[in-house]
């Protein structure tokens, strides 16, 4: 897999978690705005946002990983991301770096809807493993 030790992640903090998302999926990264709620809608959707004119799906990370929500600090984020030709925020604790891996490893597991579903594999530097977001399995679930 040396293929993906080049491309460059996104690492970002929930809850006690520290996950990536490939870069080529974010639009961009922006502090939180005010939410407009969507009655009616499932727990991890939050509302929507205005972005420059467009209206973005703001959904909770935490939420969609089974964590529970916490109150927004001052490092919140919304990591706008391009699925399935739309933006769709997604709520995060904070947004940590810009990284690139030495080694991919696959997930473990191969249960259908485990946890481990929701990462494309763990990327290693040092003595750190950061599981590697499946935005497919996560927002399409």
């Known amino acids: 897999m040396s293929s993906l030790t080049k491309e460059q992640y996104i690492e970002l903090a929930v809850g006690a978690e520290t996950c990536a998302i490939r870069i080529e999926e974010i639009h961009e990264i922006i502090k939180m705005l005010s939410i407009t709620d969507i009655p009616f809608s499932r727990n991890e959707v939050k509302g929507v946002i205005n972005l420059r004119g467009k209206v973005v799906c703001v959904m909770s990370l935490r939420n969609l990983l089974g964590m529970t929500d916490e109150p927004y600090t001052r490092n919140t984020r919304i990591i706008v991301v391009n699925y399935r030709e739309e933006f769709i925020g997604l709520i995060v604790d904070k947004v940590n ?9 696959p997930p473990a597991g191969g249960h259908s ?29």
């Not at 770096?97 to 490893?105: P, R």
């Open 97 to 105: 770096k810009v990284t690139t891996y030495t080694e991919i490893h």
């Open 113 to 141: 809807r485990s946890r481990e579903a929701v990462f494309h594999g763990m990327g290693q530097r040092e003595e750190q493993l950061v599981g590697i977001l499946k935005l497919e399995e996560i927002l399409g679930g």
